[in-house]
């Protein structure tokens, strides 16, 4: 019998013991090494190789993903792991950590109870930690954290044991203090769910070389971190695996830490139900009740090319088999399901039934979308799962032949069925099909799934409505600090002559040219001499100038400077919006002298906080996109166009007779126009005709300021408290 044969068969004969059971999600930043992670998992229950684990990538199944090196949708897989002489079972999903993914970890967290957050120790705790962490938290899924790349301190940043551990010490506190202020409003928890060595709540290790350590590990084992480090400097790594391998810690971690569904499922169904908490439902929930009504919520959506659709989601009551007839939430009549599964990475193994309190795919429920609740009898649905962030950019889909529409369409209501966060919508004016995704990867990997796996040609138009930051006056010289305090630098920044953005935009200004051919172009639009020598570098419609004068390592160090500065003005500090039209100043730095303590972890963000001080201290603001707006209308319609354009914030410039019509000339906010052309046919009788021109950006008035900011920041998941030097919006 084949090992896989094998461990389906233990999962399957664990699946009736629901205090064995624990179901886990790997969440993270991207790039922190989940996926590495959830390979020496697999590894460690015998189902990849020791030897490829971590390089494999097993739980990243699609092309693209391997391509791409990020995970792009969330990988179920179920495992066993012998703890304290018994074995349990444990269904992990890997969720993608890069932002425009995030639904799927929403998605995620609503089928498991536990969630091991991955933290790269050099990076720290990033947006996309504090993401994932409210995501788990609002679902009621109980935290714990496992420090990985621990490698990186000793052998890349050389600290010693000290430094080390208050590196360590400062992400644990980091990501509690998170945790504290995340869940000072649940009262549903019973207990403080915040990390800590002491209770073996927190691992820390290397899923690259497999090694990892926790206390009780370590009081297992008897190292400490003076032996990891003395092994891993005399790159002695595969004894380290061996002594203390990563898998043993982390899994002991999930059985001790993780609740099982019996514990779990009282605690989480009130938060996720609102059904009546009196009925023998909500008693067959809490109980984890296997011989119940069946109640399956899907989180899932996804493609076989052989056995079709599969929902993937929790078992919270009752058994699921083979030839049951189900309700489906908000459809009518039953669907019937064909099979039931456990997932091992990408391949999927056929069971006879999922009982209660596991995580199961299943194959026939046609009407179900993720989120969907599933049950034997009609029931009040699950909540629905509210995604933290909203889709922000828009993109027009169109097939290249008219015979691939009808295959286009079919293949977007897929798209939108396993991906909530994706919205279709079709334009009737223009017959082009619009999907929105949580940013430009998002709608990258959509597309080129549709080409790729569908083979329809498809014409991609450009993203919508981005706001944009800029200056309104000079500010004082600011500091930004490196997190090891070794490196500072000081920058200004004023808002740049209009000429001069002009100049850039029409391409007559850029760094391809000749320095000599540049410096004339700048001097043309505006810009004095002494200063058009000394451009370091254009970014978008930004410029930094290089006012500092023989600074020792400057030179090595200026590229990680672009790349901090690049990163802060594609991110402005109001709402993440690209910042435009200003031009900085360098007029001093202070480097440490070792290229170890000036590496791209300390430089790029100490320039990046140095452009956002200096943004805020030059009263930055928002910018919209507006439009120029022509409307021809018979006069009698006249006061109705008018009145068009001025209810959407716009201006009315001019009107004037044109022949037997009035014309109608003003400008108005884009985001303002959505839904212009069937408002303006009914405020006209269908009499009008208009064209609209962008028009670049202006600032958007002041008292919508900080509602459009709290806005932006609250659709990508931000904090909702503008930093405190903000105080003039």
């Given at each position: 019998?084949?090992?896989?044969?094998?461990?389906?068969?233990?999962?399957?004969r664990?699946?009736?013991?629901?205090?064995?059971?624990?179901?886990?999600?790997?969440?993270?930043?991207?790039?922190?090494?989940?996926?590495?992670?959830?390979?020496?998992l697999?590894?460690?229950?015998?189902?990849?190789?020791?030897?490829?684990?971590?390089?494999?990538?097993?739980?990243?199944t699609?092309?693209?993903?391997?391509?791409?090196?990020?995970?792009?949708?969330?990988?179920?897989?179920?495992?066993?792991?012998?703890?304290?002489?018994?074995?349990?079972?444990?269904?992990?999903?890997?969720?993608?950590?890069?932002?425009d993914?995030?639904?799927?970890?929403?998605?995620?967290?609503?089928?498991?109870?536990?969630?091991?957050?991955?933290?790269?120790?050099?990076?720290?705790?990033?947006?996309?930690?504090?993401t994932?962490?409210?995501?788990?938290?609002?679902?009621?899924?109980?935290?714990?954290?496992f420090?990985?790349?621990v490698?990186?301190?000793?052998?890349?940043?050389?600290?010693?044991?000290?430094?080390?551990?208050?590196?360590?010490?400062?992400?644990?506190?980091?990501?509690?203090?998170?945790?504290?202020?995340?869940?000072?409003?649940?009262?549903?928890?019973p207990?403080d769910?915040?990390?800590s060595?002491?209770?073996?709540?927190?691992?820390?290790?290397s899923?690259l070389?497999?090694?990892?350590?926790?206390?009780?590990?370590?009081?297992?084992?008897?190292?400490?971190?003076?032996?990891?480090m003395?092994?891993?400097?005399?790159?002695?790594?595969?004894?380290?695996?061996?002594?203390?391998?990563?898998?043993?810690?982390?899994?002991?971690?999930?059985?001790?830490?993780?609740?099982?569904?019996?514990?779990?499922?009282?605690?989480?169904?009130?938060?996720?139900?609102?059904?009546?908490?009196?009925?023998?439902?909500?008693?067959?929930?809490?109980?984890?009740?296997?011989?119940?009504?069946?109640?399956?919520?899907?989180t899932?959506?996804?493609?076989?090319?052989?056995?079709?659709?599969?929902?993937?989601?929790?078992?919270?009551?009752?058994?699921?088999?083979?030839?049951?007839?189900?309700?489906?939430?908000?459809?009518?009549?039953?669907?019937?399901?064909?099979?039931?599964?456990?997932?091992m990475?990408?391949?999927?193994?056929e069971v006879?039934?999922?009982p209660?309190?596991?995580?199961?795919?299943v194959?026939?429920?046609?009407?179900?979308?993720?989120?969907?609740?599933?049950?034997?009898?009609?029931?009040t649905?699950?909540?629905?799962?509210?995604?933290?962030?909203?889709?922000?950019?828009?993109?027009?889909?169109?097939?290249?032949?008219?015979d691939?529409?009808?295959?286009?369409?079919?293949t977007?209501?897929?798209?939108?069925?396993?991906?909530?966060?994706?919205?279709?919508?079709?334009?009737?004016d223009?017959?082009?099909?619009?999907?929105?995704?949580?940013?430009?990867?998002?709608?990258?990997?959509?597309?080129?799934?549709i080409?790729?796996?569908?083979?329809?040609?498809?014409?991609?138009?450009?993203?919508?409505?981005?706001?944009?930051?800029?200056p309104?006056?000079?500010?004082?010289?600011?500091?930004?600090?490196s997190?090891?305090?070794?490196?500072?630098?000081?920058?200004?920044?004023?808002?740049m002559?209009?000429?001069i953005?002009?100049?850039?935009?029409?391409?007559?200004?850029?760094?391809?040219?000749?320095?000599?051919?540049?410096?004339?172009?700048?001097?043309?639009?505006?810009?004095?001499?002494?200063?058009?020598q000394?451009?370091?570098?254009?970014?978008?419609?930004?410029?930094?100038?290089?006012?500092?004068?023989?600074?020792?390592?400057?030179?090595?160090?200026?590229e990680l400077?672009?790349?901090?500065?690049?990163?802060?003005?594609?991110?402005?500090?109001?709402?993440?919006?690209?910042?435009?039209?200003?031009?900085?100043?360098?007029?001093?730095?202070?480097l440490?002298?070792?290229?170890?303590?000036?590496?791209?972890?300390?430089?790029i963000?100490?320039?990046?906080?140095?452009?956002?001080?200096?943004?805020?201290?030059?009263?930055?603001?928002?910018?919209?996109p507006?439009?120029?707006?022509?409307?021809?209308?018979?006069s009698?319609?006249m006061?109705?166009?008018s009145?068009?354009?001025?209810?959407?914030?716009?201006?009315?410039?001019?009107?004037?007779?044109?022949?037997?019509?009035?014309?109608?000339?003003?400008?108005?906010?884009?985001?303002?126009?959505?839904g212009?052309?069937?408002?303006?046919?009914?405020?006209?009788?269908?009499?009008?005709?208009?064209n609209?021109?962008?028009?670049?950006?202006?600032?958007?008035?002041?008292?919508?300021?900080?509602?459009?900011?709290?806005?932006?920041?609250?659709?990508?998941?931000?904090?909702?408290?503008?930093?405190?030097?903000?105080?003039?919006?």
């Amino acid at each position: 019998m084949g090992r896989r044969k094998k461990i389906v068969q233990e999962c399957e004969r664990l699946m009736d013991e629901p205090e064995n059971i624990r179901n886990i999600a790997i969440a993270a930043h991207v790039d922190h090494g989940k996926t590495t992670l959830s390979d020496n998992l697999l590894a460690g229950a015998g189902m990849i190789s020791q030897d490829t684990a971590g390089e494999q990538l097993a739980m990243d199944t699609k092309e693209d993903e391997q391509e791409r090196g990020i995970t792009i949708d969330a990988a179920n897989v179920s495992m066993t792991h012998e703890y304290e002489d018994t074995n349990h079972l444990i269904n992990l999903i890997d969720t993608p950590g890069h932002v425009d993914f995030g639904g799927d970890v929403t998605r995620a967290m609503r089928a498991v109870d536990g969630a091991l957050v991955v933290v790269d120790a050099v990076e720290g705790a990033m947006p996309q930690t504090e993401t994932v962490l409210r995501q788990a938290l609002r679902e009621g899924v109980k935290p714990t954290l496992f420090i990985n790349k621990v490698d990186r301190l000793i052998s890349e940043l050389q600290e010693g044991p000290q430094e080390m551990q208050e590196r360590l010490l400062s992400v644990i506190a980091d990501v509690n203090e998170l945790i504290r202020g995340m869940a000072e409003n649940m009262d549903d928890i019973p207990e403080d769910w915040t990390v800590s060595v002491e209770d073996g709540t927190v691992g820390f290790g290397s899923a690259l070389y497999k090694w990892g350590v926790s206390m009780p590990s370590m009081q297992r084992t008897g190292m400490d971190f003076g032996d990891i480090m003395e092994l891993e400097q005399n790159d002695k790594r595969d004894e380290l695996h061996e002594r203390t391998p990563l898998s043993d810690v982390v899994l002991d971690m999930v059985c001790e830490h993780f609740p099982n569904p019996v514990d779990a499922q009282p605690r989480r169904v009130p938060r996720i139900w609102r059904g009546d908490p009196e009925s023998s439902l909500a008693d067959t929930m809490r109980l984890v009740d296997e011989d119940g009504e069946v109640v399956f919520m899907v989180t899932d959506i996804s493609m076989d090319p052989h056995a079709g659709e599969i929902a993937t989601g929790r078992v919270f009551s009752g058994t699921l088999e083979k030839g049951q007839e189900l309700y489906v939430s908000g459809t009518a009549g039953k669907n019937r399901i064909q099979s039931v599964g456990l997932f091992m990475g990408s391949e999927r193994e056929e069971v006879e039934h999922v009982p209660a309190g596991n995580i199961a795919s299943v194959t026939g429920l046609r009407d179900a979308i993720a989120g969907s609740t599933v049950s034997s009898v009609e029931m009040t649905p699950f909540e629905s799962i509210e995604h933290i962030s909203e889709p922000v950019i828009t993109k027009s889909v169109e097939a290249q032949s008219m015979d691939d529409l009808p295959k286009l369409i079919e293949t977007l209501q897929q798209v939108a069925k396993e991906d909530p966060t994706i919205q279709i919508e079709i334009n009737e004016d223009t017959g082009e099909h619009l999907i929105s995704g949580q940013g430009e990867l998002h709608l990258e990997v959509i597309t080129q799934r549709i080409r790729d796996n569908q083979g329809i040609p498809v014409i991609t138009g450009e993203p919508i409505v981005v706001y944009r930051e800029q200056p309104q006056e000079a500010s004082r010289e600011v500091e930004g600090q490196s997190p090891n305090r070794h490196n500072k630098f000081y920058l200004t920044v004023e808002p740049m002559a209009q000429e001069i953005v002009d100049a850039i935009q029409l391409g007559e200004v850029s760094m391809d040219m000749p320095e000599l051919e540049r410096r004339e172009a700048l001097q043309e639009a505006g810009m004095d001499k002494d200063t058009s020598q000394n451009v370091e570098d254009i970014h978008r419609t930004n410029i930094l100038i290089d006012d500092t004068k023989g600074i020792q390592h400057l030179n090595e160090t200026m590229e990680l400077v672009l790349e901090g500065l690049q990163e802060a003005l594609d991110d402005g500090p109001l709402a993440a919006e690209p910042v435009q039209g200003s031009l900085f100043r360098l007029h001093d730095a202070k480097l440490h002298e070792d290229t170890i303590h000036r590496g791209p972890a300390q430089v790029i963000p100490a320039v990046r906080d140095a452009v956002h001080r200096a943004l805020i201290d030059g009263e930055v603001r928002l910018l919209e996109p507006i439009q120029d707006v022509r409307i021809d209308v018979p006069s009698e319609h006249m006061g109705a166009a008018s009145g068009e354009v001025q209810g959407r914030r716009g201006r009315v410039d001019d009107m004037y007779q044109e022949g037997d019509l009035m014309v109608v000339e003003g400008i108005a906010p884009v985001e303002e126009m959505i839904g212009f052309s069937s408002d303006i046919r009914s405020a006209t009788e269908g009499r009008a005709s208009w064209n609209t021109e962008n028009a670049g950006f202006r600032v958007l008035v002041d008292n919508l300021q900080r509602e459009k900011i709290m806005e932006i920041r609250e659709r990508k998941g931000m904090k909702l408290e503008l930093p405190s030097s903000i105080d003039y919006i």
